[in-house]
């Protein structure tokens, strides 16, 4: 069955330094990733995806995330993080035996300090 | 862009009531999603259609219901709110039901019953 874990609930991190929330997932066939990003108040928006290829993977916003198939993980970083990245992340999983189910992990909240 | 909208942003309901939750995308997408997103629990699936008329229960339909009539809309129906139904519930389309399929979100309607 597919699965995704967010192990944090929230992430504390200073304005200008590197970020990282984690994601881990489970599939049975192979994994096709994404990371979604939800402000206060909003619907969740895209930020990235992994389908193939190269495994460190660039989206919007200067995020980044690096697919690792023996460690089964999909974490999503920046390098310097700003007070205006502070909302909800969400790691989705989806495999070719799935069809069209996608599987959200429970959310990690960042919180950027000034 | 896409876009996709929700008829409303907050909603009250006393138990008991039919309510109806109104979706419509304007990307001639072929797929609709209904999703409930509660704190700690991410986002469950409730119903998806991959065609006008066609739908597909998700993982948590109970006490739900779902109507696609035309194209652009797909309207999620509870038949008589409880206050367990107490919830975020978002909307979301996407083109071609490829497992590598990006989803587009509404903003969501939060959903009391009393």
């Known amino acids: 069955a597919q699965s995704v874990a967010q192990p944090e609930d929230q992430v504390n991190v200073a304005e200008g330094n590197p970020l990282t929330v984690k994601c881990t997932y489970s599939v049975s066939g192979n994994p096709y990733l994404f990371w979604y990003v939800q402000y206060p108040n909003r619907g969740l928006q895209f930020l990235l995806k992994?389908?193939?290829?190269?495994?460190l993977v660039k989206g919007s916003y200067g995020f980044e995330a690096e697919f690792n198939k023996s460690q089964t993980s999909f974490h999503l970083k920046k390098p310097s993080a700003l007070v205006s990245d502070s909302a909800l992340y969400f790691c989705?999983?989806?495999?070719?035996?799935?069809?069209?189910?996608?599987?959200f992990g429970a959310g990690t909240r960042l919180f950027v300090k000034a | 862009d896409v876009k996709v909208t929700q008829s409303s942003r907050y909603l009250v309901k006393r138990t008991g009531e039919k309510v109806f939750l109104e979706c419509v995308q304007d990307m001639d997408h072929e797929n609709m999603f209904w999703y409930r997103q509660d704190p700690g629990l991410g986002l469950r699936l409730i119903y998806f259609?991959?065609?006008?008329?066609?739908?597909e229960k998700g993982d948590i339909p109970e006490g739900y219901s779902v109507s696609r009539e035309k194209k652009e809309r797909f309207s999620l129906i509870l038949e008589s709110a409880s206050t367990n139904q107490t919830s975020m519930y978002l909307c979301?389309?996407?083109?071609?039901?490829?497992?590598?399929?990006?989803?587009?979100f509404g903003p969501g309607t939060r959903l009391t019953v009393l």
């Open positions: 259609s991959y065609d006008v008329k066609m739908k």
């Open positions: 989705a999983v989806r495999d070719e035996t799935g069809g069209f189910k996608t599987i």
């Open positions: 992994y389908i193939t290829g190269d495994n």
């Open positions: 979301a389309s996407s083109s071609q039901g490829a497992p590598t399929d990006t989803q587009y």
